[in-house]
């Protein structure tokens, strides 16, 4: 056998690598999305300090993150508030560019004189900047530095100047102003990301995590699947195909167009492939005997058909339940709707369905790679025995 050649085995493999990445995924995403204390603290003083909105919340509890009902309730308290920060924020936006940002204010050490003078402006100003509250800051400061200057005398080299103070306070409102702006942008951003959180706790939501995940998990176990088959003719062909295509016929004419019987084959393979869905698939394995789900336990044949065509409902109608999931037997009682869904209603991936989605599919994958394996180990020793005799 060739070291790249596909074997169900490598399949198999695959297929659970994949899988298990798809649960680090969900964890991933469940903790950097997971919503803490601090976090709606933090929003809510600034919003406070700004005499936006008070967030009313649960009382507080530092470990542990906020449950999807708790953090609506944040939401739509933030929500209504939109506009009001919005407006804020170009408000502060349009300050901001009728400043003139003072010469090198950036590049100063908040250690030295300078930066001392600058650090106090901004303290006195920072919850009342309006132009008498500058004056008087400014001259409290310059007392303070007459003070300081006496008491250190002239040939101090931290001495301070009164140039200093108009400085600091033309620094100190357009650092505020920009700490405002970059404040108010922060709290609509983390708005945003709350709105992002919810929607993808939210089953019936495009971005739903669970709902996202598995669609990829259908979509890889569906290639797989098919992946297998091809191994499978391959290995038995003349066994399997004819419960593939049981009526067609191939005529000696086209059989002299193939230069191997491996082109042949191969070309048979994918015709009668290419026509079928997953549920044809296993409806045909299932038919050959392939213990499709491991005996113990209480999982179905009827549950693996089920995740199929709840995935066809996902990707097609956004989870809502349609005719073809409905599809019914002939006495017109629907076969595969074991959860009693109503027509319209919303077919949800929650935790527990998505444990026994990751459990089935890998079930499934194991013992069908189990299968082809048995196929190799009968066709190996057909070939010995044809040998030997």
Not at 169 to 175: E, F, H, L, N, P
């Amino acid at each position: 056998m060739a070291d790249d050649e596909v074997t169900a085995a490598n399949l198999c493999d695959r297929f659970i690598e994949e899988q298990e990445y798809i649960q680090k995924y969900i964890e991933f995403v469940q903790h950097k999305t997971a919503m803490f204390e601090s976090q709606v603290t933090e929003v809510s003083n600034i919003l406070s300090k700004y005499d936006l909105i008070k967030i009313e919340r649960r009382s507080l509890a530092w470990r542990e993150s906020y449950s999807h009902e708790e953090l609506q309730q944040i939401y739509d308290q933030l929500k209504r508030t939109i506009p009001a920060i919005a407006s804020e924020s170009e408000k502060t936006a349009s300050e901001l560019e009728s400043l003139q940002e003072p010469p090198g204010l950036y590049s100063i050490d908040v250690r030295t004189p300078e930066g001392e003078c600058i650090q106090y402006m901004i303290e006195a100003l920072e919850y009342k900047s309006s132009p008498a509250n500058i004056e008087e800051s400014c001259r409290d400061l310059m007392e303070q530095i007459r003070v300081h200057n006496l008491e250190m005398g002239d040939g101090d080299p931290s001495i301070y100047t009164g140039d200093m103070v108009e400085y600091a306070a033309q620094g100190a409102v357009y650092i505020l102003a920009s700490r405002k702006l970059n404040e108010l942008n922060y709290v609509l951003k983390q708005i945003g990301d709350i709105d992002i959180v919810l929607r993808m706790d939210t089953p019936d939501a495009e971005i739903n995590v669970l709902r996202q995940v598995f669609i990829t998990l259908m979509t890889i176990y569906d290639a797989t699947i098919f992946d297998m088959m091809r191994v499978a003719l391959k290995s038995d062909f003349f066994a399997l195909i004819s419960v593939f295509g049981k009526s067609d016929k191939v005529s000696l004419e086209k059989l002299g167009q193939y230069s191997s019987f491996e082109d042949f084959r191969d070309e048979v393979i994918e015709d009668q492939l290419k026509p079928k869905y997953l549920k044809d698939i296993l409806l045909i394995l299932n038919s050959l005997g392939v213990p499709l789900i491991k005996k113990e336990g209480e999982d179905k044949f009827i549950h693996l058909l089920e995740l199929v065509l709840r995935r066809n409902i996902h990707i097609h109608n956004k989870g809502r339940v349609d005719e073809r999931y409905l599809e019914k037997d002939q006495n017109g009682t629907p076969r595969y709707n074991i959860y009693k869904l109503a027509l319209g209603d919303m077919a949800c991936i929650d935790q527990g369905y998505w444990n026994l989605a990751n459990r089935i599919c890998r079930n499934c994958v194991v013992s069908v790679s189990d299968w082809i394996a048995s196929l190799l180990s009968a066709a190996q020793q057909d070939t010995v025995a044809d040998e030997t005799n």
